[in-house]
């Protein structure tokens, strides 16, 4: 598990569907490949502690890796990793 307070900030919550993209790549018109990473994470708004997992999406030489999972049903968090 890697620490995320620094290094995997929350970038966005949003729910299913909603357009976010991530280097000019909507996350939603990709298939999201599991990396098997796997961070540990507080939700932004009631402070409980969650595991996400780390994702790619690619569309030829544009790669983007970020963390998501769902706050509740149909609600995501997102949070990209610090360069």
């Not at 929350?10 to 999201?32: K, M, S």
């Not at 994470?41 to 502690?49: G, R, S």
């Amino acid at each position: 598990m890697t620490d995320t307070m620094s290094t995997w900030p929350h970038i966005r919550t949003l729910t299913d569907g909603d357009w976010f993209e991530l280097n000019g790549l909507n996350i939603w018109d990709h298939d999201w490949m599991n990396t098997a990473e796997k961070i540990q994470i507080k939700d932004p708004l009631y402070a409980q502690d969650y595991t996400f997992t780390v994702y790619e999406i690619t569309n030829g030489p544009v790669a983007v890796a970020f963390a998501a999972g769902e706050f509740s049903n149909g609600v995501w968090g997102i949070y990209l990793k610090k360069n």
